[in-house]
């Protein structure tokens, strides 16, 4: 099994800044791609940015030019800087990893617990 821990979560000004990380840990064979997506209250669940394992990146329109997503392969570890944060930046943001336990096994996801980021003055 893969475990995920997310941690940076907060609250914030808007206009601020957070780091975001999620560490993936256990019996990993290999990660194809790392990333995060949010949920608001009443909302879907939608992506944020996702790292391929090439280095390939996609963001949602929404915060191009404001996040960043980074990776330490050897820690296996994602991150998500946000700057200039908003009030519409406001939910539990998730970390997700698709990975391989083994090469004999297909790669599926995983999933982080969740943080809350919150954007208000």
């Known amino acids: 099994q893969v475990h995920l821990a997310e941690s940076g979560g907060g609250l914030v000004q808007p206009g601020g800044s957070l780091r975001l990380s999620c560490a993936a840990s256990?019996?990993?064979?290999?990660?194809?791609?790392m990333g995060w997506y949010r949920q608001a209250p009443g909302k879907q669940r939608e992506l944020v940015a996702f790292?391929?394992?090439?280095?390939?990146?996609n963001y949602a329109d929404s915060v191009k030019g404001r996040f960043t997503i980074s990776r330490d392969n050897a820690e296996n570890t994602v991150y998500l800087q946000m700057n200039s944060l908003k009030s519409e930046d406001t939910a539990v943001y998730y970390c997700?990893?698709?990975?391989?336990?083994?090469?004999?096994?297909?790669?599926?996801?995983?999933w982080g617990q969740g943080t809350q980021v919150t954007v208000s003055s």
């Open positions: 256990g019996s990993i064979f290999s990660i194809d791609a």
């Open positions: 790292m391929a394992s090439g280095g390939s990146t």
């Open positions: 997700n990893v698709v990975a391989r336990v083994s090469r004999l096994y297909s790669a599926r996801s995983y």
